[in-house]
């Protein structure tokens, strides 16, 4: 899961395996693959890198398969 700050500055938790696609205008939206729109503070640049380091957490924890 990765925070997001809404408008309103209130911070929310995304799965960003739900996103579908992102676009700032010059808000960034955020489309969730249930139809919601999110409007964020954060740049869709920052996004990407949080949902990287979500990843990257998850597969570093992973036990290897031997």
């Known amino acids: 899961m990765i925070q997001v700050t809404r408008l309103d500055?209130?911070?929310m938790i995304v799965n960003p395996d739900l996103i579908i696609f992102m676009?700032?205008?010059p808000d960034t939206?955020?489309?969730l693959s249930n139809g919601e729109k999110i409007l964020v503070q954060e740049r869709?640049?920052?996004?990407i890198h949080r949902v990287?380091?979500?990843r990257r957490s998850?597969?570093?924890?992973?036990?290897?398969?031997e």
């Open 29 to 31: 939206v955020i489309t």
């Open 44 to 47: 869709i640049s920052e996004i």
């Open 58 to 65: 998850i597969y570093n924890s992973a036990v290897p398969i």
């Open 23 to 25: 676009e700032e205008t």
């Open 52 to 54: 990287i380091q979500f």
């Open 9 to 11: 500055h209130t911070p």
